[in-house]
């Protein structure tokens, strides 16, 4: 008697959520048009916002790293969800591993473009962004000490070469997301995959460190962008 | 209620995007912290291959060999090989600096030793981050004590770059 009382309140059950799910599709549709209308309202009413922003992580960084400098960028909504991003920064760091001293300092340039994945419908500038840019650093280099290995890798001797103008060009995946803090006032953190691309190098040296690409090169490395930016217009 | 549900739908399809984004971004981070490059290997300053013969044969001979690397006074032995039951050495030259290096070499454990001597110049040369620059050689010239040794034969080259040339062949009588 009771195993029927359960059975029958679960076809009751399923048959109610039947009914709301059907219902809810419904809804769903006049939601969606809804929301579509006014996404496409609010997008068109706001294009071209001007963002600047300044590098509020690295002046941290000083404390830990040799790596010191700073970075500035600007930002600008071309069309909807696109927007153009122009960085510039000056970095000065030091490489000193593995036998090796090397200074450098310089400035850098990146170019590029957001694309909003998600967007508040009441501010799109709020959201997340994936993005690219193009990268390219002119600067200093000298090398304090190389290192000279005899057989078995241990370092018999150093050299040692003066400065010299260098540059590197790379290009970067961007990834990350803009939040409103108050006012005008937007966080900006963004991680970035950096993907080396060439240089004009000092007497065949692979860069060991180069400035807004960072030390350890490889075929990819990785920096962050922690930022605020201030919303002009 | 409809505003809830389309809340919902929009919450999942942003978070659908937002993972693809960051699900690659921690796939290649981790693509990234595999790689190793501070070891150097293979490329870096190459030893000076020598094979035994013997003379009568004239084949390559397999016995115990005792080698010491010694400095210019022909003092403070460095080990390289003791009881190496093997028909060729691989002996590390000098630095930058140096232009001779002295070895002594020794055939089965009761035998009088012979010194070796490798004459050279060196040159450097870039190779990578791990391995900085290296040291190669140039014009080498060699000289022995003839004890036990018979004769020695330089050989193709007498420029040292890499290991897989044998650059000189020291003759026993066994």
Redesign the interface.
């Known amino acids: 008697m009771n195993q029927l009382r359960i059975f029958i309140f679960i076809i009751i059950i399923n048959f109610s959520a039947t009914l709301t799910a059907q219902q ?1 599709s419904i ?2 549709e ?3 048009v ?2 579509e209308k006014a996404d496409s309202l609010t997008s068109k009413k706001k294009a071209g916002n001007l963002f600047i922003g300044v590098d509020v992580f690295t002046p941290v960084l000083f404390a830990f790293t040799d790596k010191q400098g700073g970075q500035a960028m600007v930002s600008y909504r071309v069309y909807e969800k696109w927007n153009a991003v122009a960085e510039a920064g000056y970095e000065k760091n030091i490489y000193d ?4 001293n090397v200074d450098v300092n310089g400035i850098y340039f990146k170019l590029g473009f957001n694309w909003f ?2 967007q508040d419908h009441e501010d799109p500038s709020n959201g ?1 962004y ?1 993005g690219a840019r193009l990268a390219y650093a002119a600067y200093e280099q000298t090398v304090n000490q ?8 241990q ?3 150093y ?1 040692s070469f003066p400065s010299e103008n260098v540059s590197a060009y790379w290009f970067e ?1 961007v ?1 990350g997301g803009r939040i409103r803090l108050l006012g005008n006032l937007y966080a900006d953190v963004s ?1 970035r ?1 950096e993907i080396y691309l060439g240089s004009k190098k000092q ?4 860069p ?1 460190v180069i400035p807004g690409y960072g030390k350890d ?6 920096s962050l962008f922690w930022g605020l930016t201030y919303k002009l217009f | 209620m409809w505003k809830m549900l389309y809340f919902w739908k929009e919450f999942i399809r942003i978070m659908k995007k937002r993972n693809l984004i960051f699900g690659l971004i921690i796939s290649l981070i981790f693509a990234v912290s595999c790689e190793e490059d501070d070891v150097c290997v293979g490329e870096g300053t190459p030893y000076l291959t020598v094979v035994f013969r013997n003379i009568q044969t004239q084949e390559n001979s397999v016995d115990t060999l005792f080698v010491e690397r010694l400095d210019q006074n022909l003092e403070n032995p460095d080990t390289l090989y003791t009881w190496a039951l093997t028909d060729s050495i691989k002996l590390p030259l000098g630095g930058l600096d140096e232009s001779v290096s002295y070895f002594r070499i020794k055939k089965r454990a009761s035998a009088i030793p012979d010194i070796l001597t490798v004459h050279y110049n060196t040159k450097t040369s870039y190779v990578s981050k791990a391995c900085g620059f290296r040291i190669t050689y140039e014009n080498l010239t060699y000289e022995a004590t003839y004890n036990n040794i018979q004769s020695l034969l330089p050989g193709e080259s007498n420029v040292l770059e890499n290991e897989s040339a044998t650059n000189l062949y020291i003759y026993y009588n066994y």
């Open positions: 809810d809804n769903l006049a939601g969606t809804l929301a591993e593995l036998g090796w994945v998600s997340f994936a190389y290192p000279i290995r005899v057989s078995g890798n370092i018999d001797s050299g995946i990834g991680v995959p007497e065949g040296l692979e060991l090169i490889g075929p990819i490395n990785f």
